[in-house]
């Protein structure tokens, strides 16, 4: 996400380029214990909750078993196998030896040094984890090649480490980490560490398997909603329809007569109807006639909310970017362009519904739940129970998808709180209904959008207003400054095209009746969709080649360039295709890396759009596991395709209208495109590599359709668009 | 087998289902879902809840063999069917080659679908050992996967398929 500062052009967004401090101690039983203390960046320091005495650790037992305390977690994007192996590549052990364990809610210990708290998000982890594990870890191997070499009485040059094992090479003789660790564990630790170079590399840059893979494919995998407490009851929930609204009256009699139901809990604004099962509580809650007070929400509109934001477009924002002189240069200009993009309300819909169990005792409280942001987590229960944090426990486990949806606590508040009514555990577990209708949104954004060309069609002004809701002013309010969201205008302040004058200004706009949050691809969902899209509409204005056009302005910036010509390349672009059928490309620099995109897409006489094929060419610096790259990839092309195709949330009388998969879209394996991925071989450290495919997918596909039809798409979802033909 | 899917006592409308080749009672409502005497009742967590609907395939089980959505089922329409789930398929050839070929091909990213893609691929295989294209996307468009693993399910499928019947060819 980018809540990570960022320089113009430049990949490092975030980077930590100050050492990492590094302690050993003996660990309980014998072994080596480093703990790391990671310097804050400096946004991490301004967003979060303080210093950070000791952010990671890592263990190597008697047994040789490196166990490493996993602050990041696993929502798919096979986090736990990245992570591990950066630490196994610089330790010198096979990944097999690397076992994992989810660390508990601890900002002061587990804090994401970029983030400044314990969350895992905004395609962070690799990035804050790839200097100090690897130092870690080679700081490990050079105190077991110490102990190595004290103990046989030989100078350490003459020693090598290797899977797991310190030899002397002259005489072959070896020591296992598991034997040696003891006696590291008194030694200095060393004041410098020399990582490999690329070169040098064993693990990182090959495919490695993901670790959390056996058990997905097995159903032995635990997911938060698989959490099985003795005692546990289950309970399902109705919010109020309308946001903001309360719960009047309910008769409970009609649940409790349905079998196995044995409670029903009233909140200030919802229902819940707890349960032997699921089967039961759902049922009883069908059974039920609630009214609510629905409250000052109850007739809005999605309507209303977009005249309100188109109102609110027309005065000037805060000045996220002001370079060289607009309003002279587009005064100049001899074509001039202006054009309104809107994106519409999107809800999450991870494959795993919403759920929490929650346990609240007399002294304590203890969660079970998968969830991006485990301190949050503790903080928000501890605050409704009344007890002090240390007395709440949090289990994390596996997320079946995050998106950004299990960057929020309310289920987890709304769960705790339905607890403190039951006698016992409980099991909260939404339906799918409850998932779409309750969800936080990716917010609805108005664009406006205009730009000035010379004689040759080259922008001489540039002007992009973005209107639409600041999530990171309520997400993380130090992080949000005078009115200026870095994350709602990260891909449209530093496009990476070389425009002589900008003016880039947000109005923030917060819609009434509906929360806005995190979704996949975070700020860059919405911007990158509008910058690619109004850059095509230029190239055309310009009558020139859309992919051409991009370059002549990326001469600046090689990585963009390499990515862009490569995709072009696989593509085929410039071949010629049948009629109806086009291809179109985008180009983007967000989250450290670099990547385009090209869409094939056909465009039925009747308007069906069917995207046939996607190119996509990365540059991510080092990949350090290239397949879950492509995976990544992959996933994020499709979770971006969903949405353009189909994805909108929208109201009416104060209620979302979307219930199910069958109105809320989404994609079956018949309708999935070939996806090519291409990796570009570079030195630079890694960049984020959850988010960047999903919002460079929706301006390739509708700059495809414009070249298939002419037809210009400034408005998602493309459903509702008419790409008829004649 | 015997046939122990009658119970008389008729008011707490027990059921006995038999799942992965043991029986279990169960004494819940007629319309309760299959899903929920599984997950919640049985405490076998490998099926998945995804809609509620039928509409994404996350709660896939085989019944006497047919792949079918758990969730829409109720417990006193299966009677005597031989239910079989995520925690057994393994034990068929077809489900055996279809986790390795999972495994091999690096489908999985958050994993919560996937039970009910491989129930849904294993009943396709074991029906059709060599399945085309369509075949394939005729038996999966049921089942929906958020992190879009759909190009590695369908190679995934081809490749257990292959290593099912090694001498025929993938059509």
Redesign the interface.
């Known amino acids: 996400m980018s809540l990570v500062p960022r320089s113009r052009f430049k990949a490092e967004s975030g980077s930590l380029s100050r050492r990492t401090f590094l302690t050993a101690s003996l660990a309980a039983g014998g072994g080596l214990l480093l703990t790391l203390k990671l310097p804050l960046s400096a946004w991490g320091a301004a967003s979060g909750a303080g210093p950070v005495d000791l952010n990671a650790f890592v263990q190597i037992d008697p047994d040789g078993t490196v166990r490493l305390i996993m602050p990041y977690v696993?929502?798919?994007?096979?986090t736990y196998t990245s992570i591990s192996m950066l630490i196994a590549e610089e330790l010198e052990v096979d990944l097999s030896q690397v076992q994992y364990e989810h660390a508990p809610p601890n900002d002061k210990l587990y804090a994401n040094p970029l983030i400044g708290f314990q969350m895992t998000g905004g395609s962070t982890a690799i990035r804050a984890t790839w200097q100090p594990l690897r130092e870690a870890g080679a700081a490990a191997r050079m105190m077991l090649i110490s102990a190595a070499a004290l103990d046989w009485s030989v100078d350490e040059t003459s020693c090598q480490a290797a899977k797991g094992e310190v030899i002397h090479l002259p005489s072959n003789r070896r020591l296992s980490y598991g034997q040696l660790a003891a006696r590291a564990a008194t030694l200095p630790v060393p004041d410098k560490v020399r990582l490999k170079d690329r070169k040098e590399f064993t693990l990182i840059g090959k495919?490695a398997?993901?670790l959390?893979?056996?058990?997905?494919?097995?159903?032995?995998?635990?997911?938060g909603?698989?959490a099985?407490i003795p005692g546990m009851k289950?309970a399902t929930i109705a919010a109020c329809p309308v946001f903001g609204g309360k719960l009047k009256s309910v008769d409970e009699s009609k649940a409790l007569a349905?079998?196995?139901v044995t409670q029903v809990v009233q909140l200030e604004d919802a229902v819940a109807v707890v349960a032997?099962?699921?089967?039961?509580a759902?049922?009883g809650l069908a059974a039920l006639e609630i009214e609510w007070d629905e409250g000052r929400n109850a007739t809005l509109s999605t309507a209303d909310i977009v005249s309100q934001m188109e109102a609110a477009s027309q005065k000037p924002g805060v000045i996220a970017r002001n370079t060289g002189d607009v309003d002279k240069a587009m005064a100049g200009a001899k074509i001039k362009l202006d054009a309104i993009y809107q994106l519409p309300f999107l809800a999450h819909?991870?494959?795993?519904?919403i759920n929490c169990t929650v346990h609240v005792k007399k002294d304590s409280c203890e969660i079970w739940v998968g969830t991006q942001v485990m301190t949050r987590a503790q903080s928000v229960a501890a605050s409704i129970t009344g007890l002090p944090p240390e007395k709440v426990t949090v289990h994390n486990h596996?997320?079946?998808?995050?998106?950004g949806r299990r960057l929020e606590v309310d289920f987890i508040g709304q769960a705790v709180k339905i607890a403190t009514h039951v006698d016992g555990p409980v099991k909260v577990?939404w339906?799918?209904?409850e998932d779409i209708q309750h969800d936080m949104y990716r917010p609805y954004f108005f664009d406006r959008i205009s730009a000035g060309l010379d004689l040759d069609g080259m922008p001489v002004a540039w002007h992009h207003r973005i209107t639409g809701s600041s999530i990171l002013a309520r997400f993380a309010p130090p992080a949000f400054k005078n009115g200026f969201d870095p994350d709602t205008v990260d891909g449209a302040v530093e496009p990476p095209y070389a425009f002589p004058n900008v003016l880039v200004d947000y109005v923030r706009h917060e819609p009434p009746g509906i929360p806005t949050a995190f979704w996949r691809s975070v700020g860059p969902s919405h911007t990158i969709f509008v910058v690619e899209g109004f850059i095509d509409e230029l190239a055309a204005a310009a009558k020139k080649d859309p992919v051409e056009y991009r370059l002549a302005l990326l001469k600046d910036v090689p990585r963009a360039r390499a990515v862009l010509q490569l995709a072009a390349e696989k593509s085929g672009w410039g071949q010629d295709l049948p009629d109806r059928t086009g291809r179109g490309a985008s180009v983007q620099s967000v989250f450290g890396t670099f990547m385009a995109q090209i869409a094939q897409v056909n465009v039925s006489n009747e308007g069906q759009v069917h995207v046939e094929r996607v190119v996509c060419a990365v540059d991510c610096g080092i990949a350090v596991n290239p397949?879950?790259i492509k995976?990544?990839i992959?996933?994020?092309?499709?979770?971006g395709l969903t949405a353009a195709l189909h994805g909108e949330i929208t109201l009416k009388n104060g209620r979302v209208e979307q219930s199910?998969?069958?109105n809320y879209r989404?994609?079956?394996?018949?309708e999935?495109p070939?996806?090519d991925v291409h990796i570009v071989d570079s030195a630079e450290a890694p960049g984020g590599m959850g988010e960047p495919g999903t919002s460079a997918l929706p301006p390739a596909i509708v700059n495809a359709i414009f070249a298939a039809t002419g037809v210009r798409i400034r408005k998602l979802p493309i459903g509702k668009v008419a790409v008829k033909a004649g | 087998m015997p046939d122990q899917s009658v119970d008389v006592d008729e008011i707490t409308m027990a059921f006995t289902t038999r799942i992965n080749g043991i029986n279990h009672s169960v004494d819940v409502d007629g319309d309760t879902p299959l899903l929920w005497v599984i997950r919640d009742v049985l405490g076998m967590t490998g099926t998945k809840f995804g809609c509620g609907r039928a509409l994404c395939g996350a709660c896939t089980v085989h019944m006497d063999g047919n792949p079918v959505r758990s969730c829409a089922i109720p417990i006193e329409r299966v009677g005597d069917a031989a239910i079989v789930t995520i925690e057994a398929i393994g034990e068929t050839p077809a489900g055996k080659n279809v986790q390795k070929a999972w495994l091999d091909l690096e489908v999985v990213q958050c994993g919560y679908c996937q039970s009910g893609q491989i129930m849904a691929a294993t009943a396709l295989l074991a029906a059709n050992p060599n399945p085309n294209d369509d075949d394939i996307t005729n038996a999966m468009s049921g089942n929906i996967c958020r992190c879009g693993t759909y190009l590695r399910i369908r190679d995934a499928i081809k490749a257990a398929a292959q290593s099912l019947s090694p001498h025929i060819q993938n059509g």
Request: aromatic share 8%; charged share 25%.
């Open positions: 696993e929502m798919g994007q096979g495919p398997k993901r959390d893979a056996p058990a997905k494919v097995n159903g032995t995998a635990v997911f909603i698989d099985k289950i349905v079998k196995d032997q099962h699921m089967g039961a759902k049922k819909t991870t494959m795993e519904p596996l997320l079946g998808g995050g998106f577990v339906t799918r209904e397949d879950t995976a990544q992959q996933g994020a092309i499709i979770y199910n998969f069958d989404a994609l079956y394996i018949n999935v070939n996806i």
